[in-house]
C-alpha cells in the first residue's frame, strides 16, 4: 500500500494546533495550552498496517475519491516523532472526531477515441485519457478495465488491459496523459443509431436524409443490417 498525504478541511477539527515535529518544545507546548477555540489544518499520513487496518483503510480511501466524507479518530504514539522529547507529549494526543473530507474531483479528467479506417472490420477503436493525481505519492496503473458510455449508451469497454511490464504512472500531484489503449466499440447498429442522434442533437447538426433512414432501422428493430465504412 501506498504511502501518501490526504490533507484535512481547515474546518474539520476545531482546535487550533498544527501538529509539527519541527516545532520547538516551547512553542510545541505552547500552542498546545493556549489554542482551543481555532481550528487547524492537518495533513493525515495514509499508512494502513495489518490486514483490518489496510481494509479499513482502503474503504476510507475508497470513500474520499468516490466524493464521500469519512469520520475517523487520529491518536498520537510514542513513535510520531524520532525527537525523544516531544514523544511523551505527542503520545497523549487525541483528535476526535476527525472529519476526512472527500476529493470532489474527478481523477480523469478527459478522455479521447479514436477510430482507425478498419474499425467496421476490427471492432477496435483506441482511446486516451488525462488523469490528475491529488495525492503526494505517486500512481501507477497495473491494469485497466473500463466501460465507456454515453447519456446510457455503452459506447465500448476497455477489458482487462495488461500494464504491469509498463505501468501508467501519475507522479505527485502530477497530470498525466495515457498512451492509446485499445477499447471494443459497440457496433451494434442502433446504439450507433442514438449515438449519432443524441450528439447530433446536441451540437445542431442537421443529419438530413440520415434521419429517415435512421429511423427505418429504429422502428425495425430485429433487423440488423450491417455496418460498413
Known amino acids: 500500500m501506498s504511502v501518501g498525504l490526504i490533507p484535512l478541511d481547515r474546518a474539520t477539527w476545531p482546535y487550533g494546533l498544527v501538529l509539527s515535529t519541527t516545532q ?62 516531544l514523544q511523551l507529549a505527542l503520545s497523549q494526543i487525541k483528535l476526535s472526531p476527525v472529519t476526512i473530507p472527500a476529493l470532489h474531483q474527478n481523477l480523469i479528467n478527459t478522455a479521447t477515441l479514436e477510430f482507425p479506417t478498419d474499425i467496421v472490420q476490427t471492432g477496435v477503436a483506441s482511446t486516451s485519457f488525462t488523469l490528475a493525481n491529488p495525492f503526494t505519492a505517486s500512481i501507477n496503473l497495473l491494469e485497466v478495465t473500463a466501460t465507456a458510455t454515453f447519456q446510457n449508451l455503452t459506447v465500448g469497454t476497455i477489458k482487462d488491459v495488461d500494464l504491469s511490464s509498463k505501468p501508467i504512472r501519475a507522479g505527485g500531484h502530477s497530470n498525466i496523459t495515457s498512451p492509446a489503449l485499445p477499447l471494443n466499440f459497440n457496433l451494434d447498429p442502433l446504439t450507433i443509431i442514438e449515438l449519432i442522434a443524441i450528439s447530433a442533437q446536441q451540437h445542431n447538426v442537421d443529419l438530413g436524409p440520415l434521419t429517415q433512414l435512421f429511423q427505418l432501422v429504429l422502428d425495425n428493430p430485429d433487423f440488423h443490417p450491417p455496418v460498413r465504412a
Open 24 to 85: 520547538p518544545v516551547r512553542t510545541f507546548y505552547r500552542d498546545v495550552t493556549s489554542a482551543l477555540t481555532d481550528t487547524a489544518t492537518l495533513d493525515v499520513l495514509y499508512s494502513p498496517q495489518g490486514s483490518s487496518q489496510t481494509a479499513a483503510g482502503q474503504i476510507m480511501l475508497e470513500n474520499y475519491l468516490q466524493g464521500i466524507d469519512s469520520n475517523t479518530a487520529i491518536y498520537g504514539t510514542t513513535s510520531s516523532t524520532l525527537i525523544e522529547s
